[in-house]
């Protein structure tokens, strides 16, 4: 008989609290929001440790999902292809039909704002191979080259990034979990490879090479020290917490990982930054799924809850709607007498929140849910 997927609620609603920290980081730097950027401070923005809470979330959730099936497996990696070759020809679909129709509409929605906005030439063939670049695992390279460049990146398409580098681990991190004999095995390479690039890998790129946000080397340990929680969890290790001090702790990991960043900007370039980011969102990754009830605060869980459940909706769109509310709203067509400068910054913010809020429920009714649910 299947056994049913376990469902993480603290997972779902650290999913949502990671949104709203993508969309503050996001708008501060998108003009002409000078609402939020001269009325509120730099450090209540950085929303950049919302990234590495993402990877880490998705290291164990694939990785939990594949833990029944490689039980099984105990030969060398022909026999283990052979035996799992159903199972994983269907991952891989999964996640074709879970990435590609989000980005393909964001696509086009980016595309039709570039035309109206009447934009230079030259966006239409970056736009064209978004969609491939990002299926194949390249798009964080396009971004990291090109944002400065291209318009495409910074109106749209730039938050797809983050899917590139995780297609990169789709697609080879099921071949590694079945080159191993077993299931220790798997943990300790995961664990081996998350502190090989959290501890050296990260940090000498970053000292010789400079610091690159974008590049797979930057972001990947979360995935690989999130697949070793995977493999913690599945052996049956649980952490025994009352509520009150799991979230006691959940609220240290919060407050590192969201202001860790601000402090680094203070005291001038750390090489080794991401490794405070890296260890906070595994650890706090760790808590909501190894003690129930780490995730809980106040009146915030339903809210929290909504916006994980259609995470990928929010994260997808946000950038794209915020360049068409900014550029409807500054137009001729767009009435702005009786506003002050602040007052209507932030009427536009209150328009473009209300605009995102129902494109992210049209999607995921119409577009997430519905490719969710093409293979089973």
């Known amino acids: ?10 997972i779902e609603k650290l999913r949502g609290f990671a949104c709203i920290l993508v969309l503050l980081q996001h708008l501060i730097w998108i003009c002409p929001y000078y609402f939020v950027i001269n009325t509120v401070p730099s450090w ?3 929303g950049s440790g919302a990234v590495h809470i993402f990877f880490a979330i998705s290291g164990f959730v694939i990785t939990y999902s594949l833990s029944n099936k490689l039980e099984n497996l105990n030969g060398n990696f022909l026999e283990n292809l052979k035996d799992s070759k159903d199972w994983i020809s269907k991952f891989y ?28 030439a030259g966006w239409q063939s970056a736009l064209l191979r978004s969609p491939l670049e990002i299926l194949f695992g390249i ?23 983050t ?24 943990a300790i390479v995961s664990l081996s490879l998350g502190l090989i690039f959290s501890l050296f890998a990260t940090p000498l790129s970053n000292l010789y090479l400079g ?20 493999h913690l969890y599945k052996s049956g290790l649980k952490i025994n917490l009352s509520k009150e001090k799991a979230n006691f702790f959940s609220l240290i990991l919060i407050f590192a990982i969201w202001f860790y960043p601000s402090v680094v900007r203070e005291i001038g370039k750390i090489f080794y930054g991401n490794i405070i980011e890296t260890i906070s969102s595994v650890l706090l990754v760790m808590l909501c799924t190894f003690s129930k009830g780490s995730f809980s ?54 328009i473009f929140l209300g605009i995102l809020l129902a494109s992210t429920e049209l999607l995921y009714r119409f577009i997430e849910r519905p490719s969710r649910q093409l293979i089973r």
């Open 44 to 46: 209540l923005s950085i």
């Open 93 to 120: 679909s999964k996640r074709f039909f879970r990435i590609f129709p989000m980005v393909l509409i964001v696509s086009i929605v980016c595309g039709t704002y570039l035309q109206m906005i009447d934009t230079e």
């Open 297 to 350: 605060f106040f009146g915030f869980n339903k809210i929290f809850r909504y916006l994980g459940q259609r995470s990928f909706s929010f994260y997808s769109i946000q950038l794209t709607l915020a360049n068409i509310v900014m550029w409807f709203t500054n137009s001729t067509y767009f009435p702005t007498e009786g506003f002050s400068k602040n007052e209507f910054f932030f009427f536009q913010f209150l």
């Open 139 to 161: 798009f964080n390279n396009s971004v990291e080259t090109f944002v400065s460049e291209n318009i495409i990146y910074t109106s749209g398409m730039g938050p797809f990034w």
């Open 163 to 186: 899917l590139a580098v995780e297609a990169q681990f789709y697609v080879l991190w099921p071949l590694v979990l079945i080159c191993c004999r077993d299931d220790n095995q798997r």
């Open 211 to 230: 610091e690159h946000y974008y590049w797979t080397s930057n972001n990947i340990a979360e995935l690989f020290l999130g697949s070793f929680l995977a």
């Open 1 to 10: 008989m299947k056994q049913p997927v376990e469902f993480f609620e603290d």
